[in-house]
């Protein structure tokens, strides 16, 4: 039976801060070498016994012999490099199918041009006057002209005015969207 054992039996208490850097030391290097058997970047996996002996302090009261801790750090290493390999194939499978696109001057191109008409309507449509907005805003949402009329406790008739009132101005000041899309 060595130290961490005989001192959990001895009090059936928790490990102190001394107990657990000795526990530390004796079994990093037992974990490197696991967790490399498992991915062979001994960073990453450093990192990964790191976080283990984190989550292994967080509960350090609820283990009561050192099998059970060495259990749970073996098995949580093990997880840890299972997790990290799951989503690095993720991550390669996305930069195989996804990414050459992405980096394509195409895309980038494409998504500029998408953010800068968002960008532009939604200023047109923030400097229209603020009943025409709200009707506007409503009826892009779906809401029906007797609806937001009774929700508005205003006539069907204002509805419909101030719904055109707002397509006229923003149809004026959304020409330049025509002019940017030409030139493309």
């Not at 961490?4 to 490990?15: A, E, G, T, V, Y």
Request: hydrophobic share 40%; charged share 30%.
């Amino acid at each position: 039976m060595n130290r961490l054992s005989q001192i959990l039996n001895d009090r059936k208490k928790s490990i102190n801060d001394e107990e657990f850097e000795a526990f530390y030391v004796e079994y990093y290097d037992s974990l490197v070498l696991f967790g490399q058997k498992f991915i062979h970047d001994q960073t990453v996996v450093e990192d990964i016994v790191q976080e283990t002996f984190i989550k292994f302090w967080l509960r350090k009261n609820n283990f009561d012999n050192e099998y059970a801790i060495r259990a749970f750090l073996y098995k949580a290493v093990r997880n840890s490099c299972v997790n990290y390999l799951d989503h690095l194939r993720v991550r390669q499978k996305f930069s195989q199918e996804v990414a050459p696109f992405v980096y394509s001057e195409e895309y980038f191109s494409q998504h500029v041009i998408e953010e800068e008409v968002h960008r532009i309507i939604n200023e047109a449509v923030q400097q229209l006057p603020e009943s025409a907005r709200e009707i506007y805003l409503m009826s892009l949402n779906g809401v029906k002209n007797n609806e937001i009329a009774e929700d508005l406790n205003i006539s069907i008739n204002t509805v419909k005015t101030q719904k055109m009132r707002a397509k006229k101005i923003l149809r004026e000041k959304l020409k330049k969207i025509n002019l940017i899309l030409l030139c493309l």
